[in-house]
């Protein structure tokens, strides 16, 4: 077992939940050890402070599993973590959803895996090579906990870089089940959709703006919806589901357009949209709002989910620049008295500094506002630290 020497600044963090030791952050030398050795921290009284998951290949070394009590890491340790997780998300089913997150990560005592469940398929992704040794453990408890008919494993980019040079696997690999022979099909709040659970983002589909989606839902009826950076279009399908009268989508990624068209047929099988009602532009969201607003196009509901500003901390202040322009844009193409929605899922900017800059930016496009609410994380994808809470959004009327 591995022995890792850390700070007592560190110390303290861990006790309060923080839930990695990065590799600058070891200060003993020469640690023998390889992906996924369990790794023990002491503190400076030489008192167990901490367990976790060893990589020397991550700059996340030690991914912590257990604090305060030394337990022992097995099946039944990972069976009770299993079942809290589901408790959490008990009455999904029934509330027709059958595309979510079962575990999420650290929030859930799975630090470095993610597993979503599209109806009946389950989708493991691995941010740490370190889970390996433990799949055999994991696939037991799948079959064992949820009724799905197969597993698919997805890797993060480093892990995958790790995994090529072994020839093991690969992405998409079958963990078990039948193959996949195509997009897997699921409900979110009773609406049909499909993911590429092989080569889809994430694990196939964001899971994690089913509350806000929702939300759309809710207030859309009769109203003219813009949906800026609309990818496969989940937000627009929502949109008509409420009962919108017409949907304008934006998005630089043809194939991602394509992916659009299709959820709404999915959905909407028996009725033929005109181009008054739906209609797409392939262009940058930027540019996209600069025109619109050059053509005095104006809209009751403007929806603005960019992909993530600052994928690194030194990107914050370029990130919190581009959403307050972001915001100034989208507030001038929506009508007096109409919604804005504006998110991020940039885990480097804190959501008061998001939504500072979101209403400066409605601000500066010379308009009032009513700040209706603000947004987080749905129930299944919990966090337990600040690292883990990265998406936020916030409705406003405009004035």
Same mark, same amino acid.
């Given at each position: 077992?591995?022995?890792?020497?850390?700070?007592?600044i560190?110390?303290?963090?861990?006790r309060?939940? *923080?839930?990695?030791?990065?590799? *600058?952050? +070891?200060?003993n030398?020469?640690?023998?050890?390889?992906?996924?050795?369990?790794?023990?921290?002491?503190?400076?009284?030489n008192?167990?402070?901490?367990?976790?998951?060893?990589?020397?290949?991550?700059?996340?070394?030690?991914?912590?599993?257990?604090? #305060?009590?030394?337990?022992?890491?097995?099946?039944?340790f990972f069976? /009770?973590?299993?079942?809290?997780?589901?408790?959490?998300?008990?009455?999904?089913?029934?509330?027709?959803?059958?595309?979510?997150r079962?575990?999420n990560?650290?929030s859930?005592? @799975?630090?470095?895996?993610v597993?979503?469940?599209?109806?009946?398929?389950?989708?493991?992704?691995? *941010?740490?090579?370190?889970?390996?040794?433990?799949?055999d453990?994991?696939?037991?408890?799948?079959?064992?906990?949820?009724?799905? $008919?197969r597993?698919?494993?997805?890797?993060?980019?480093?892990?995958?870089?790790?995994?090529?040079?072994?020839?093991?696997?690969s992405?998409?690999?079958?963990?078990?089940?039948?193959? +996949?022979?195509?997009?897997?099909?699921?409900?979110?709040?009773?609406?049909d959709?499909?993911?590429?659970?092989?080569f889809?983002?994430?694990?196939?589909?964001?899971?994690?703006?089913?509350?806000?989606?929702?939300?759309?839902?809710?207030?859309?009826?009769?109203?003219?919806?813009l949906?800026?950076?609309?990818?496969?279009?989940? @937000?627009?399908?929502?949109?008509?589901?409420?009962?919108a009268?017409? +949907?304008?989508?934006?998005?630089?990624?043809? =194939?991602?357009?394509?992916?659009?068209?299709k959820?709404?047929?999915?959905? @909407?099988?028996?009725?033929?949209?005109?181009?008054?009602?739906?209609?797409?532009i $392939?262009?940058?969201?930027?540019?996209?709002?600069?025109?619109l /607003?050059?053509?005095n196009?104006?809209?009751?509901?403007?929806?603005?989910?960019?992909?993530a500003?600052?994928?690194?901390?030194?990107?914050?202040?370029?990130?919190?620049?581009?959403?307050?322009?972001?915001?100034?844009?989208?507030?001038?193409?929506? $009508?007096? !008295? !109409?919604?804005?929605?504006?998110a991020?899922?940039?885990?480097?900017?804190?959501?008061?500094?998001?939504?500072?800059?979101?209403f400066?930016?409605?601000?500066?496009a010379?308009?009032?506002f009513? /700040? =209706?609410s603000?947004? #987080?994380?749905?129930?299944?994808?919990?966090?337990?630290?600040?690292?883990?809470?990265?998406?936020?959004?916030?409705?406003?009327?405009?004035?």
């Amino acid at each position: 077992m591995v022995r890792i020497k850390i700070s007592k600044i560190l110390e303290q963090k861990i006790r309060r939940g *923080y839930p990695w030791v990065f590799h *600058y952050q +070891v200060q003993n030398e020469n640690i023998k050890g390889k992906a996924g050795d369990l790794a023990v921290v002491y503190d400076s009284k030489n008192q167990f402070l901490a367990i976790g998951l060893y990589d020397p290949e991550s700059e996340i070394r030690l991914r912590i599993l257990q604090t #305060s009590n030394p337990v022992d890491i097995d099946s039944d340790f990972f069976e /009770e973590r299993f079942n809290k997780a589901l408790v959490l998300r008990d009455n999904l089913f029934s509330e027709g959803t059958t595309g979510y997150r079962v575990i999420n990560g650290e929030s859930d005592g @799975f630090p470095g895996l993610v597993l979503d469940r599209y109806e009946n398929t389950a989708v493991m992704k691995l *941010y740490t090579s370190a889970w390996l040794p433990y799949l055999d453990i994991l696939i037991e408890l799948i079959k064992k906990k949820i009724a799905v $008919k197969r597993c698919v494993l997805r890797r993060s980019r480093k892990v995958a870089a790790l995994l090529e040079t072994s020839k093991i696997y690969s992405e998409g690999h079958l963990l078990f089940g039948d193959n +996949v022979d195509g997009p897997i099909r699921f409900k979110e709040n009773g609406i049909d959709f499909e993911a590429d659970v092989i080569f889809g983002q994430k694990t196939g589909f964001y899971l994690d703006q089913r509350d806000n989606r929702q939300a759309v839902r809710l207030l859309s009826k009769r109203k003219s919806v813009l949906n800026v950076f609309s990818y496969t279009g989940a @937000f627009s399908v929502y949109a008509f589901a409420g009962g919108a009268s017409s +949907v304008l989508e934006v998005d630089s990624n043809s =194939i991602a357009l394509e992916a659009s068209k299709k959820n709404l047929r999915l959905h @909407f099988s028996s009725r033929d949209f005109s181009e008054a009602e739906f209609s797409q532009i $392939k262009a940058d969201g930027f540019n996209a709002l600069s025109a619109l /607003e050059s053509d005095n196009q104006k809209y009751d509901m403007v929806i603005l989910d960019p992909p993530a500003f600052a994928k690194r901390k030194k990107q914050k202040n370029v990130a919190l620049n581009a959403y307050m322009k972001l915001a100034k844009a989208g507030a001038k193409v929506t $009508k007096k !008295g !109409g919604l804005l929605f504006a998110a991020s899922c940039s885990v480097h900017v804190s959501p008061a500094s998001f939504f500072k800059n979101v209403f400066l930016g409605i601000k500066s496009a010379g308009h009032r506002f009513e /700040e =209706i609410s603000r947004t #987080s994380h749905a129930k299944d994808h919990p966090f337990i630290s600040s690292e883990g809470q990265y998406l936020k959004g916030v409705f406003c009327r405009i004035i």
